[in-house]
């Protein structure tokens, strides 16, 4: 008798989270194509969720709505749930004590960043605590804890007890990430000029990648800026240098629009060195667009030679590179790193995971 893979899908009806929302959906669509001979992968979802991914052999719809859900679930109460072999692309698991042994029984989950531990004051009081809860509910019951990159693996041994139950699955790219047909109406709607670039970080870093805008002449558009942060970046970036005309603060995109502004973009320029997976590096190689981060463990693991990485005061010499001689060469290098990831090959391994385990 094969196996049967069940995934954690959240985010059907509440998106709280839309870059681990749509990673969900790929990698259970992922599972599904590379399921094993004798193998099928099925799906528990919370209340009035609807079928979302092909191919799946089962759907167990839960009691509880999703906010309900991710409350019961931080205390240990996981009604209707079951066992067997669950994985989740988030930390929203029914983490409770099984046996793995006899019951064949396994829970596993994935952690993708470490800000609710290296900066907590960038999330909600609510989400930090949400998180560090539930991490150590993965300490007592995971059977592993998939992170994305071996930086972030070797920062969170520090964090949590979980000795060798650490795994490295990189993530990828959305699947048919690419310029929508109407990308300039797009651009036109979101009010943006012909010429910046993408600047991606926190309220702490961004004022380095405002001064490295200035020294390369073009206007900066911030993306995933959070909700009443526009007026205090705006602040920032005239101090570095670039006037409120010039720097165009945004909150999170729809998946169109950030590629729309990304295809149109000089370069991308990631300004943080936190412990956490590059959703928008990804995004920006898979469309060539030429990549300069701070250099961090993180980076290092995702970009290598995909881009340039630079200390934080080299930043305005690799960005005029990056938008004058040396974009043609960052472009390509860029375009060739996006072909190491793939939901395919993450699944893959998920799949070998929970063989191994």
């Known amino acids: 008798m094969g196996a049967r893979l069940r995934v954690v ?14 990673a969900a959906l790929d990698l259970a669509a992922g599972l599904v194509t590379t399921t094993p001979s004798g193998c099928d992968v099925a799906a528990i979802v919370p209340a009035g969720a609807e079928d979302s991914v092909p191919g799946l052999a089962e759907i167990r719809r839960l009691s509880l709505a999703r906010r309900e859900l991710a409350a019961s679930w931080q205390l240990g109460l996981v009604p209707g749930v079951g066992g067997g072999l669950i994985h989740s692309a988030s930390l929203m698991a029914p983490l409770v004590r099984h046996d793995r042994v006899h019951d064949n029984d396994q829970t596993t ?5 470490l800000r609710a531990w290296e900066a907590p004051d960038a999330l909600p009081k609510s989400a930090v605590a949400w998180q560090r809860s539930m991490l150590k509910r993965a300490v007592k019951h995971a059977d592993a804890v998939v992170v994305p990159t071996h930086a972030i693996a070797e920062r969170l041994v520090d964090i949590a007890k979980l000795r060798d139950r650490i795994r490295v699955i990189p993530g990828a790219p959305p699947t048919g990430f690419a310029v929508p047909l109407d990308a300039a109406p797009r651009r036109a709607a979101l009010s943006l000029p012909t010429g910046y670039v993408v600047l991606t970080g926190t309220p702490a870093t961004l004022e380095s990648g405002f001064r490295a ?29 670039l006037p409120e005309s ?56 995702v970009v290598v030679d995909g881009g340039s990485l630079v200390s934080t005061e080299d930043l305005p010499d690799a960005v005029a590179d990056a938008v ?34």
Do not use: C, K, N, Y
Not at 9 to 22: H, K
Not at 109 to 113: E, F, H, K
Not at 276 to 285: G, S, T, V
Not at 342 to 355: D, K, N, P, T
């Open 9 to 22: 899908l959240d985010q059907l009806t509440q998106v709280v989270d839309a870059d681990l929302a749509w």
């Open 109 to 113: 989950v994935t952690v993708w960043d």
């Open 213 to 241: 805008a200035v020294a390369a002449g073009t206007d900066a558009v911030v993306l995933d800026a959070p909700e009443g942060t526009e007026p205090r970046l705006a602040e920032i970036a005239a101090a570095a240098g």
């Open 246 to 301: 010039r720097a165009h603060i945004r909150g999170a995109l729809s998946r169109d629009d950030r590629a729309a502004v990304l295809a149109a973009a000089s370069a991308l320029v990631a300004t943080s060195g936190l412990a956490a997976w590059p959703w928008r590096i990804l995004e920006a190689m898979a469309l060539g667009v030429p990549v300069v981060a701070v250099d961090s463990g993180a980076h290092r693991d």
């Open 324 to 357: 004058g001689a040396g974009a043609r060469r960052l472009s390509v290098l860029a375009a060739d790193r996006s072909r190491a990831f793939s939901w395919q090959g993450a699944a893959e391994r998920v799949w070998g995971l929970h063989a191994d385990l």
